[in-house]
């Protein structure tokens, strides 16, 4: 084979995954994008050369730069520099994971059943990816079915990781079976078993989910709850409105819908972006407007996103984030900026929750002590640059009667084993607000609405999605969206939700697949180590 025919082949790859990504992509794609590659390693592999990991890298890192370009481009809306890092950096951990499979089968004697070790580093990867400074799990490719969430609904028992076993097992028997005719073995027993395998491996998970999604009914009592989307550009508006007249918009927007029915009102992300000080709440113009407007209806609460910050007055606070003003007359200010989620009712005590996963580089400058230099690189979501304070636990609030919804804030959502927190906490619904303005109309803001689908999937909990210039959503515990606001629309939506009690096993469990790949890959790691220091004593010898 041609090195012209290896480029092709990873070229082919990369569309392949480009083409099965949300929101117009065609998932069954994402069971043939490994093959390219799989047919490259094993071409590497056949030439016995000792650099072949280098030699491989020359191929798998084209077509995980393609997948990555081709489909979260759209960060270049907000900064050039984010997305070129994302893209060549996420590429580069890639085929860094292909790389370790391929150093396994080096080693392994039985090279055809070391093709498996692919599933538990590739997960292992996607897992360790969750919870770094740099954690960008956008492309975990068990998220690829966000668009078709009726092929997964037994995320409820694996999340996203189930997805992932099962993308990986097909790709690996298919090559299995392409290498085999290529190789004119079809009259092998194996080649028939393999045959048999990868059938049952692609539909039985399909149409047990067709299954569970046709039979499955909603849980729990309802609550009726109405959704503001303002349609405030971040670009060129938000920050021009002054706190008061964003808490007028947003009460304006929601009073035609309310009625003694209604429980909560759900806004979006850093609606109220105007530095609240938490110590000061009750001096805070837009909450003591929002606040008498509830008084009008007992019973009714409102969920708003806020940039707020804590003053500390004694001593040195307990956090990384912390930052110094000076004043005129010389006193100096310890305080912590943070991207909040406000739970307002007609009482004068409000409950809070921040942020807690940040998106690295706009609200948390990764490798802190090193990278500091270049924080002024970072953009501005949400009000502040720089890195914000979070909460160590998630929060739940505490709603009027049966509801107790979850405050999920904007980048979180993509993370299932963290959701599922709130859940374990008591949440019976989840929230989402969000500012996905900051990508224009493109397929980012598609996505990230998606992926929601799948966190109420594991969870089996119905979810109210409040976007600042949309995508405004109600979704279902299936994942459907039942309404939706559409995008670029000052308005408002009401629905009725479902309230379910009972926990998934995912729930339960969180990414115990991730964490036997984890074990496994480990293992596989300290073998290969083994070997690799045998061979290096054995040649000392000689």
Not at 179 to 196: E, M, Y
Not at 280 to 290: D, H, L, N, V, W
Not at 455 to 478: D, V
């Amino acid at each position: 084979m041609k090195k012209r025919h290896l480029l092709l082949l990873s070229m082919l790859s990369g569309a392949l995954f480009a083409f099965s990504w949300p929101v117009n992509g065609l998932p069954f794609l994402i069971f043939f994008a490994f093959v390219p590659l799989l047919f490259i390693e094993e071409f590497v592999l056949g030439e016995g050369r000792k650099s072949t990991c280098c030699a491989l890298f020359k191929y798998t890192y084209p077509a995980f730069l393609i997948w990555n370009a081709a489909t979260t481009w759209w960060v270049g809306y907000s900064t050039l520099f984010g997305v070129f890092m994302a893209i060549l950096l996420n590429a580069l951990f890639m085929s860094i994971t292909f790389g370790l499979f391929h150093s396994t089968r080096k080693w392994l004697p039985s090279k055809n059943s070391a093709s498996w070790a692919l599933i538990f580093y590739w997960i292992s990867f996607e897992f360790l990816h969750l919870d770094w400074d740099l954690s960008w799990p956008w492309l975990n490719i068990g998220n690829v079915f966000s668009s078709w969430h009726s092929w997964v609904q037994w995320y409820e028992f694996t999340g996203i990781f189930g997805g992932a076993f099962w993308i990986l097992i097909v790709n690996i028997l298919i090559f299995k079976i392409l290498n085999a005719i290529l190789q004119k073995k079809v009259q092998s027993r194996l080649f028939k078993v393999q045959l048999i395998m990868v059938f049952l491996f692609f539909f039985g998970p399909l149409i047990l989910s067709k299954i569970m999604y046709a039979t499955y009914e909603e849980k729990g009592s309802s609550a009726e709850i109405v959704i503001v989307q303002p349609d405030n550009d971040p670009w060129t508006e938000q920050y021009n409105l002054s706190g008061d007249q964003v808490a007028q918009q947003l009460i304006d927007l929601a009073k035609p819908l309310i009625d003694s029915s209604v429980q909560l009102i759900v806004c979006p992300e850093s609606a109220l972006y105007d530095d609240i000080w938490e110590h000061q709440f009750k001096y805070s113009a837009p909450i003591k407007k929002i606040r008498r407007f509830l008084q009008q209806y007992p019973g009714l609460h409102m969920v708003v996103g806020a940039s707020t910050s804590k003053h500390y007055t004694e001593g040195l606070p307990n956090s990384k984030t912390y930052r110094l003003y000076v004043r005129a007359n010389g006193d100096s200010v310890l305080y912590d900026n943070y991207n909040t989620a406000l739970y307002i009712t007609a009482e004068p005590k409000i409950e809070l929750y921040h942020k807690s996963k940040l998106v690295p580089g706009p609200e948390k400058m990764p490798f802190h002590r090193i990278l500091k230099p270049f924080q002024e690189l970072a953009f501005d979501l949400g009000g502040t640059v720089g890195s914000l304070g979070s909460d160590e636990e998630r929060t739940v609030f505490n709603a009027s009667g049966n509801l107790r919804p979850a405050p999920i804030i904007c980048y979180e959502s993509i993370y299932g084993e963290f959701v599922t927190d709130y859940v374990k906490k008591g949440a019976n619904m989840l929230l989402v607000i969000t500012n996905d303005g900051w990508w224009s109309n493109s397929p980012g803001r598609k996505q990230h609405l998606a992926f929601s689908s799948l966190r109420c999937i594991e969870t089996r909990r119905s979810m109210a999605r409040s976007a600042n210039t949309g995508i405004s959503a109600f979704f279902n515990q299936k994942g459907d969206i039942l309404l939706d606001a559409g995008v670029y629309k000052e308005t408002a939506i009401r629905h009725s939700l479902s309230l379910n009690n009972e926990k998934t096993w995912y729930v339960l469990h969180g990414d115990y697949i991730a964490n036997i790949a984890l074990f496994l890959s480990v293992l596989l790691l300290l073998y290969n180590l083994s070997e690799y220091l045998r061979k290096k004593g054995e040649s000392i010898k000689k």
